[in-house]
């Protein structure tokens, strides 16, 4: 259902229930959250790519799974099966990056927001579909759709529901570009080998430097900054950068 593979410094990971629109069930859950955790622990690996087989991205949750359960409450499917994976994301050290190929709709639209970058195919769309069903915005849309689009413009994907598309997605902040279809692999690969060549303990301090600051003070991020700095600072990472831009060379990190 989750496919993982190493290529070099990349970690792939592929939705792979394309036949349901890669919806979410809950083995898909509890792959998709087992292969973050893997990319996460491994050394080697310095970023993700999170991409999807199929003519979709992901449909978010199946709702065939969930049809005739009277009995699931949804907060702890949320618990259980969704927030971990937002979690996994935002709290990794490594950049992850959405490869969205397809339609991504209602938790899959928020799985995309998560990522710390996401790159879009021209075939891409996004949906906030809860509220057609009588749902709320989750798997952290509510928290991402304001922050990346503000306020008016989450407002109005949040209740009226409209699919948009990749260009529109794009233009609104939702995502970080657009390539035509048969470009989407070779950019999103570039994108996270790029990222992957970057230092590590820098990235890994600047993605929590950002998160931290959007719900922290000006006064609580300077000082995050700071001690983050003062870390970074007596980094070996750090000296090789100071000594390639000095030699007017590339450097090479080595997350040290
Ligand atoms: C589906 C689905 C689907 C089952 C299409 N499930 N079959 C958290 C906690 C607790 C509870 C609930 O949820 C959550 C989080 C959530 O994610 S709630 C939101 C769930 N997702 C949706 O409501 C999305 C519904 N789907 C759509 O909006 C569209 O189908 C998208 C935009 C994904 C794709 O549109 P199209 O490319 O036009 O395809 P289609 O609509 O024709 O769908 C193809 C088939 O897939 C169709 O079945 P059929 O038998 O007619 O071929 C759909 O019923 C089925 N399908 N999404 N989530």
Redesign the pocket.
């Known amino acids: 259902t989750v496919e993982y593979a190493r290529e070099g410094r990349v970690a792939r990971i592929v939705l792979n229930r394309p036949d ?2 890669n ?2 069930n809950p083995q898909m859950h509890r792959e998709l959250l087992d292969a973050l955790k893997r990319a996460e622990r491994d050394p080697e690996i310095r970023a993700v790519l999170l991409g999807a087989r199929g ?2 991205f ?9 049809r005739s359960r009277e009995d ?1 409450d ?1 907060g702890d ?2 618990r259980e ?2 927030n971990p994976i937002v979690q996994a994301i935002t709290g990794m050290d490594k950049p992850v990056v959405a490869m969205v190929q ?7 639209a ?1 799985l995309a927001f998560a990522c710390d970058l996401a790159i879009a195919s021209e075939k891409a ?1 996004f ?1 906030e ?2 509220i ?2 009588g ?1 709320v915005p ?2 952290g849309s509510s928290w991402f759709l304001p922050r990346l689009a503000g306020l008016k413009k989450a407002v109005e994907l949040a209740l009226l529901g409209d ?1 948009i598309s990749a260009a529109e997605a794009e233009r609104l902040g939702l995502i970080n570009r657009v390539v035509p279809p048969e470009r989407l692999e070779e950019e999103a690969l570039t994108l996270a080998e790029r990222l992957a060549a970057m230092p590590p303990l820098a990235v890994a301090r600047t993605k929590r430097a950002l998160y931290r600051g959007l719900s922290a003070s000006l006064e609580e991020t300077l000082a995050l900054e700071a001690r983050l700095q003062s870390e970074s600072g007596r980094t070996e990472d750090h000296r090789e950068g100071m000594k390639a831009f000095f030699e007017k060379r590339r450097p090479e990190f080595h997350g040290r």
């Open positions: 349901q629109l919806a979410f003519r979709a992901c449909a978010g949750q199946d709702l065939e799974t969930i699931l949804y499917l949320l099966g969704y397809g339609a991504a709709a209602g938790a899959g928020s769309s949906v579909a809860f057609h069903i749902l989750d798997t699919r």
